[in-house]
Structures are given as C-alpha cells and as structure tokens.
C-alpha cells in the first residue's frame, strides 16, 4: 500500500554535521571535505539505487557533487550555519524502480525551480532488516541559489519561521500530487494524502516518531521467536497506539458495513416506493380509462335512445299523417 512521507531537516554546523559527509553518503561516493580536510569514502555502501543531481540553468558547475558541496561550505562563515537542507521522501513501492527515479527527479525539479537551488538526488532500496517495500530518496539541496558563477544569496524564504512552515507545506501537497499523479498513471487504484490524519477527518492516532536507535533496536528484537514485546519505550507506545488504530478501524468497518446495509435497504425502499407510485399511476390510468369508457358508452347510450325517440317521433308523425288523409278521402277532398 502506498504511504507519504516527506520529512525536511537541516544539516548545520552547530550539530557537528557536514554537508560534503552527507552527501557521500547518501549518495554512496568518495568526496573530500576541504573545509576540515576530510575524505568520506562511502563507495562500498549498499542500497543506493541512483544519484544524481538537478540544477538551474547554466549551472554546469553543480554536477560536480565534490565541486557542489565543497563550495556549498565555503560559502558559510557561521559556526551555527546551515549548509545543507534534506527532504526525505517514500517512494512508492507499487512503481518500478525507472518510475520511482522520475518522481524523484519531479520533485527535485519543482525544489529547482521554486527556490532556485542545486538538488542532489540519492534513491535508496529498502534496508535487508527492514520493511522490504521501503524505497526512498533523500534530496540535498544547497542552501543558496545557483548562478552560473556559483552559489548566491540564501534562501531565507525556508529559513524564517513566518515563512518556512507554508512553504514546507506547500511542498508537501506538491509531493502527494505528484506521487498520485504517478499511480494513477501506473493503473495503481491507492492514493497518499499529505494532510494529517486530523484534516483528513479519520479517527486515527499517527504513531511516535522512533529516530534511527530505537528503530534499529526493534529491528534486531524483531529476529526474535514470533510473540515477542516491544523493547524501547517508543516502541511499547507505537505498540498500544497501533493496537487503538486497530480497534478504531474494527468499528470504523462495522460502521462502514451497517451503513451499507442500512443504503442497501434504503435504496430497496425507494425502489418499493417507487414501484408502488408507478402501479398507482398505471391504475389510476386504468380508471380513468375506464371512466372514460364508459362516459363513451353513456354518450352512445343517450344518442341510441334519442335515434329511436326520434324514429318513434317520426313514425308516429307518418302515421298521424296517413290518419288525416284518409279522412280527407272520406270527404272527396285530398289535400295532398
């Protein structure tokens, strides 16, 4: 079934991170931080499916991922900068692995074309130990625009507050379109939704967030005989909340199965009543029907009896007539 998930992070100095490191590994490569003169060899990684890299126009420069994120730290003075910004994205597992790159790369460029930066792109399998239909991409982008030149000015549109959490947003709609654009191509009936499960109207409790420590925790508990317990407390509370959702969805489908049996029955009504309003029409055009018939009936009736009081009528007149004349013959006169 597919799932959405699209989380942004940052990648700042104050954590200790850097952004060439990053992106050596996610993209499973050998770069060299200049900055702290590093080498992050990453080439014997597994799972990486495809890398790649998405930038504005003329900014041949960027496709050079060692190029790219060494001049994306030189361009920080901060002890506290930001160098670097994630979006990490389920891909659908129902696409196959070419379609599954051409939605990366959709969104790399709606990230390209919105705020003008360089997006690196890593697609990676699913972990051996973990859910085998858990394909994702993780997508780094500078934090400054991309000339042709170099890097620019910072994108302060995602960094301030007033601002960042519509445009996250925003992107997050974005990313459930295009997924449902991209299953609906693929004949694939599911849909994602970006809103939580409270917009959404569906009596749900989303699970906690585990971070990589626990997960890997409950993974390695999860090679275990069947039956076993959660063994973090993050774990336990996913436990409990997915065993709530459960129970949740057990009604919601009751519900679900008595109003469809309450439509069923409901529509047979209508249709009964329906059914009894057309036989009450139809008889009541027979009634009419027959009334009518037999006012034609009357009427003949009446023009049957007035034809022979008339015949009466006229024979009686005819024999009045032969009467008078022939009292005229007794007398000698005709007058006829």
Same mark, same amino acid.
């Given at each position: 079934?597919?799932?959405?998930?699209?989380?942004?992070?940052?990648?700042?100095?104050?954590?200790?991170?850097? &952004? +060439? /490191?990053?992106? @050596?590994?996610?993209?499973?490569?050998?770069?060299? =931080?200049? %900055?702290?003169?590093?080498? $992050?060899?990453?080439?014997?990684?597994?799972?990486?499916?495809?890398?790649?890299?998405?930038?504005?126009?003329?900014?041949?420069?960027?496709?050079?991922?060692?190029?790219?994120?060494?001049?994306?730290?030189?361009?920080?003075?901060?002890?506290?900068?930001?160098?670097?910004?994630?979006?990490?994205?389920?891909?659908?597992?129902?696409?196959?692995?070419?379609?599954?790159?051409?939605?990366?790369?959709?969104?790399?460029?709606?990230?390209?074309?919105?705020?003008? &930066? +360089? /997006?690196?792109? @890593?697609?990676?399998?699913?972990?051996?130990?973990? =859910?085998? %239909?858990?394909?994702?991409? $993780?997508?780094?982008?500078?934090?400054?625009?991309?000339?042709?030149?170099?890097?620019?000015?910072?994108?302060?549109?995602?960094?301030?507050?007033?601002?960042?959490?519509?445009?996250?947003?925003?992107?997050?709609?974005?990313?459930?379109?295009?997924?449902?654009?991209?299953?609906?191509?693929?004949?694939?009936?599911?849909?994602?939704?970006?809103?939580?499960?409270?917009?959404?109207?569906?009596?749900?409790?989303?699970?906690?967030?585990?971070?990589?420590?626990?997960?890997?925790?409950?993974?390695?508990?999860?090679?275990?005989?069947?039956?076993?317990?959660?063994?973090?407390?993050?774990?336990?509370?996913?436990?409990?909340?997915?065993?709530?959702?459960?129970?949740?969805?057990?009604?919601?489908?009751?519900?679900?199965?008595?109003?469809?049996?309450?439509?069923?029955?409901?529509?047979?009504?209508?249709?009964?009543?329906?059914?009894?309003?057309?036989?009450?029409?139809?008889?009541?055009?027979?009634?009419?029907?027959?009334?009518?018939?037999?006012?034609?009936?009357?009427?003949?009736?009446?023009?049957?009896?007035?034809?022979?009081?008339?015949?009466?009528?006229?024979?009686?007149?005819?024999?009045?007539?032969?009467?008078?004349?022939?009292?005229?013959?007794?007398?000698?006169?005709?007058?006829?």
């Amino acid at each position: 079934m597919a799932i959405y998930h699209l989380s942004v992070k940052s990648i700042s100095r104050s954590e200790g991170r850097s &952004v +060439v /490191a990053a992106a @050596a590994y996610r993209a499973g490569q050998e770069l060299t =931080d200049e %900055r702290q003169g590093l080498r $992050h060899d990453y080439t014997r990684k597994q799972g990486v499916e495809d890398a790649f890299i998405v930038a504005p126009d003329g900014a041949d420069w960027a496709q050079d991922r060692n190029a790219l994120w060494n001049a994306a730290e030189a361009a920080e003075k901060r002890k506290d900068a930001k160098t670097g910004r994630e979006y990490e994205l389920a891909l659908p597992a129902e696409l196959d692995a070419g379609a599954r790159a051409a939605l990366a790369r959709d969104f790399a460029c709606e990230l390209v074309d919105r705020y003008g &930066v +360089v /997006a690196d792109v @890593a697609i990676h399998e699913p972990g051996r130990e973990g =859910d085998n %239909r858990n394909h994702h991409a $993780h997508i780094l982008t500078t934090t400054r625009t991309a000339r042709v030149d170099g890097l620019g000015a910072k994108t302060r549109v995602l960094d301030v507050a007033s601002t960042a959490s519509a445009e996250i947003e925003h992107m997050r709609a974005v990313w459930a379109r295009q997924v449902n654009m991209a299953l609906e191509r693929h004949q694939v009936e599911q849909r994602v939704d970006h809103r939580s499960f409270e917009r959404q109207g569906v009596a749900q409790e989303p699970t906690r967030h585990m971070g990589v420590s626990a997960t890997t925790m409950e993974r390695r508990s999860a090679r275990e005989p069947p039956g076993r317990e959660p063994v973090t407390d993050l774990g336990k509370q996913n436990a409990e909340i997915r065993e709530r959702n459960r129970v949740l969805e057990t009604a919601r489908k009751a519900v679900e199965k008595a109003q469809e049996v309450f439509s069923g029955l409901e529509k047979r009504a209508r249709l009964a009543v329906g059914l009894a309003r057309k036989i009450g029409q139809r008889m009541e055009r027979e009634r009419e029907a027959e009334r009518q018939r037999q006012e034609l009936a009357r009427q003949a009736e009446i023009r049957h009896q007035e034809d022979i009081r008339a015949v009466e009528r006229e024979h009686n007149l005819e024999r009045t007539r032969s009467r008078g004349r022939g009292r005229s013959r007794d007398r000698g006169y005709d007058p006829w």
